[in-house]
């Protein structure tokens, strides 16, 4: 498991969330696979609606995980948002211990667009 989604599942522990790390290592291959494309982790909460997917990588790379979410998975991640659920970016800098994310969102027009926050 990389030290980025251990960083986020402790991140989400102490948050109160039920969280499971959803990406799959392919043998032989060399090769990750997040579920749908865009997420690592899964995470509930009792009394919050909906299920959050985490992205969880460095603070230099939140930018290519976006791209590649757009390009890539727009259709999964607009169905995913559309359903009621968030997705966050988990961009870890200073080996865990200062915390950036970025939040996908649905606007009107259903143009997936991505905003700074916290979590």
């Not at 992205?55 to 757009?70: F, G, L």
Request: proline share 1%; aromatic share 10%; hydrophobic share 40%.
């Amino acid at each position: 498991m990389s030290t980025t989604i251990k960083y986020s599942l402790e991140f989400l522990k102490n948050l109160n969330y039920i969280a499971e790390k959803v990406e799959q290592w392919i043998p032989h291959t060399s090769i990750r696979k997040d579920l749908f494309g865009f997420a690592d982790i899964i995470a509930i909460k009792e009394g919050v609606k909906g299920n959050l997917a985490v992205q969880s990588t460095t603070k230099s790379e939140i930018q290519s995980h976006c791209d590649k979410a757009m390009e890539e998975c727009g259709v999964a991640l607009r169905i995913w948002i559309e359903g009621g659920n968030t997705f966050i970016i988990h961009g870890w800098i200073d080996k865990g211990k200062t915390m950036k994310s970025v939040e996908a969102k649905l606007s009107k027009d259903s143009i997936i667009y991505f905003e700074e926050c916290k979590l």
